[in-house]
C-alpha cells in the first residue's frame, strides 16, 4: 500500500480495476481503496449524500495538496499547513475550514483508527456573527408576484411554512395535511422530523396543482413508468409503493429518467437549481438591492412571527432547530437597533433648519463641531449600540 501511495496510483478513484489481483497462482481480493472505504464509513452512520460528498472532496484535497501522500503517513503538522492555506491562501470562509477539519477528523478517526491526541487541541475557526437578510412583507409580496407557475407556489411554503429549499423540493403528497393545516417534513436537516404550518391562503391553488400533478402521474403509469425514488430501502420493503400516489412529488420534474439498477422509469423533484434560478430574477426584475435567495423566505418567516408576537420557542419548533440560541438570531426585530435610536443631532434641527445666513461665524463652526463629533460618536458604535474600548 505504501509503495502504491508513493507512485500516486491508488488515488485513481474513477478508474474501472478489477476486484481481484493475481499474487503467486492464485487470485486474491484487492484491497479496497481509501476514499471507498471513507465512503463505506459515511454511509454505515447514514450521512446525508451532501456531507458524504463534501468529505470525500475534502479528503481529495488534502491528499492532492501534499503531492498524494498517503494520510496514514502524514499528521499533525500536515494537517494544520493544509488548513492554513486554505484560510491564508484560499481565503475561504471560518465555515468552510471547519468543514474541512470535520471532514479529516473523520478521516483519521474514523476510517484509518488513528488515536492523534493533537486532534483535540486544534482550534476551530470562529464563526463570525451574521445578522440574516430579511424582506419586508411588501418585498415579499412584491417578489411572489413577479414568480410565476410552479416556482411561486413553492416561494409561497418556503415562505408560509419556514422551509428551507430542499425540504419544500422534497415534498411527497401524503407531507400535506389540509384538514389540519400542517406540513410535516420528513428526514430535515440532522435527519430529523417536525412538524410546519400550511398557510390557509396557499392551500385552493395547492390543491390545483395536486390535481394537475395527478393527471400527470396517471399518464405516467399508463406509459409504464410512474415510479419516485424511495427511502433508504422502503423500495424493498413495498415493492409497489414506489408508484402509489401518496409517495409522489409535490413538485415534480418536468421529465422522467431511467434508473439502470432497478430499470425503472422514475420521475425525480423539481431541481433546486431550477428555483434558485427564478428567485434571482425575481429580485432583479423588482429591483431589490438586498442579496435575497431562496433561503430569505425562511429568515423572513421567522422575523415575521416574532413581530407578530409569536413566543421564541414556537418559532424554533416551527423552524425545527435544536437548539434556541439558533432561533435568537432572529430575535433582532424586538430590538429596533441603529433605526431606533434618536441622533443627538436631530435634537437641534429646530436650531440649525433657519436660514443659511444666520449660520456664520461661530455659529458655523460650533454646529460643524457638533455634527463631526455626532459622527465620530456613531463610528464607534458597537454592534449592540454601546461605545467600543477604543
Known sequence: MRAAAR??????????????????????????????????????RHYSRRTEHAYLGWIRRYILFHGKRHPAEMGAAEVSRFLSALAVEGRVSASTQNQALAALLFLYRRVLGVDLPWLDDLVRAARPQRLPVVLSREEVRAVLLALRGTVRLICVLLYGSGLRLLEGARLRVKDLDFRANQITVRCG???????SVLPATAQPALQRHLEQVRLQHERDLGAGAGWVEMPHALGRKYPNAGREWPWQWVFPATRTYFEPVTRQRRRHHLHETAIQRAVHRAVREVGLTKPATCHTFRHSFATHLLEDGYDIRTVQELLGHRDVRTTMIYTHVLNRGPAGVRSPLDGLAGEIRGPARTLTGSDARRYADIACSVTRLKGRRGTDGKLGND
Do not use: M
Not at 488515488?11 to 481481484?20: A, Q, T
Not at 436537516?189 to 412538524?195: H, Q, T, Y
Open 7 to 44: 507512485s500516486g496510483t491508488w488515488l485513481r478513484g474513477h478508474l474501472d480495476r478489477p476486484s481481484w489481483v493475481c499474487e503467486g497462482p492464485s487470485l486474491v481480493p484487492r484491497k479496497p481503496r481509501l476514499l471507498d472505504t471513507v465512503r463505506d464509513a459515511l454511509r454505515v
Open 189 to 195: 436537516k440532522g435527519d430529523r422530523d417536525r412538524v
